[in-house]
């Protein structure tokens, strides 16, 4: 009845699972075939010894609705009002929701004060963070937090937050801090100038865009005291260099990949966890992080000296969960897929499977940040996703990415 009428499969994870799903049409009905296949995952224990196949009626399903959760204007207890936007940051498999606001002492945009971190929970928001309120571990939260911020599956959040006085570079006298949705809760995980850094004396600061995985570590870029940072001829040396850590969740902090480690292929890193974003754990422990190697080129065009703002043009890798290994992925200058070269990578994330999603900077030297493309790694396949001048599903073609 359902024969030979079968739409693009997608595919999907679930539970350690990859979900093959196909609609069929026939019979005045449709259904949609889910085939379960055990996961591919180096380490992962597949919960049953074979494949399994689900079909349901799609008139059965329940359709995707829309919910508001918040709107611009809307009033926030104590905190003023919602102004100028949005930031979403995350969403979890239990439909928490984690973003950030713009806020203001009326409904104005020219009142804007700070910002906000909001946690949306079976229907409950909670103000987790909010400029000019005490910080947890001491200080007083400055201008803004460092998104995106994360959320893992537990309802657990790790956020950046700058605090008063902001410091030089950026980042200086920013923390990181852990909400447990256990104990709701929130505590430091990074306070500056008062927690230790495994690399010797304490943090100066932190960055952009941690990340959390499902056991509640986190991982975070760190700014800490090095004289093996990035150097520019021109420029006096700060005598700071951004690195990659991991805070476990009973707070114990270790170094992943810092100023002075061997880099893969030769030289040695100047900086990891770089301003395109953080780092990115996964289920397994690998993470993927921007970094950059010692005497390569990296000044990245219009961006301000070194000495405001610690960056690179950065090239992508990922350190192995089980080995430690770190294994170069997209360098500057390797050949892109479809044309050009990569002048650097930029956001990247990576699931369960080890595949790896990342934004690469297709600019022709001198210039950089221009033309974008987003990438995957796939079974250790790098493959372009979209690029400036594919085809866009509808009609018309990508102008940038």
């Known amino acids: 009845m359902f024969a030979n009428r079968l739409r693009l499969a997608s595919v999907s994870w679930r539970d350690g699972w990859r979900v093959f799903r196909q609609r069929v049409a026939g019979g005045g009905a449709t259904m949609v075939i889910e085939f379960y296949q ?44 919602r102004i100028n936007d949005f930031e979403p940051n995350g969403l979890n498999n239990r439909g928490d929701v984690l973003y950030g606001d713009d806020l203001g002492t009326a409904n104005d945009p020219s009142t804007f004060y700070g910002e906000g971190v909001f946690l949306r929970s079976q229907g409950h928001e909670t103000l987790l963070a909010r400029t000019n309120t005490s910080a947890p571990g001491g200080g007083t939260y400055d201008f803004g937090f460092l998104g995106p911020s994360a959320l893992n599956d537990s309802g657990d959040v790790a956020y950046a937050f700058t605090l008063q006085p902001a410091g030089s570079p950026f980042g200086v006298h920013a923390g990181t801090y852990r909400f447990s949705h256990t104990t709701q809760t929130v505590t430091p995980v990074v306070v500056p100038d008062v927690t230790p850094a495994p690399t010797g004396g304490k943090f100066a600061g932190t960055f952009f865009a941690p990340s959390m995985d499902n056991h509640g570590d986190v991982l975070f870029t760190g700014i800490v005291p090095t004289d093996k940072g990035v150097h520019f001829s021109d420029e006096p040396y700060v005598g700071l260099g951004l690195g990659v850590f991991q805070a476990d969740k009973n707070g114990h902090i270790s170094s992943v990949v810092v100023p002075g480690d061997a880099a893969p292929g030769g030289g040695t890193f100047d900086a990891a966890g770089e301003y395109g974003s953080g780092p990115w754990v996964n289920e397994e422990g690998d993470i993927v992080f921007i970094g950059h190697v010692a005497g390569q080129e ?84 790098l493959i372009s996703i979209a690029r400036p001048g594919d085809a866009v599903p509808g009609g018309g073609h990508f102008v940038t990415t």
């Open 298 to 381: 990296a000044r990245v065009p219009g961006f301000p000296p070194q000495a405001a703002f610690i960056s690179t043009l950065g090239s992508l890798y990922v350190r192995d969960g089980q080995t430690g290994r770190i294994q170069s992925i997209a360098h500057s200058g390797d050949p892109a897929p479809g044309g050009g070269a990569f002048r650097q990578a930029l956001f990247p994330e990576i699931n369960a499977e080890g595949d790896i999603l990342f934004t690469g900077d297709l600019t022709k030297a001198p210039d950089a940040n221009q033309v974008l493309g987003v990438f995957m790694v796939e079974d250790g396949r």
């Open 38 to 81: 055990p996961s591919k995952g180096r380490h992962r224990q597949p919960r049953l010894s074979r494949s399994r196949l689900q079909v349901e009626l799609l008139e059965s399903r329940c359709l995707m609705s829309f919910q508001v959760l918040a709107r611009l204007g809307d009033p926030v207890a104590g905190a003023g009002f």
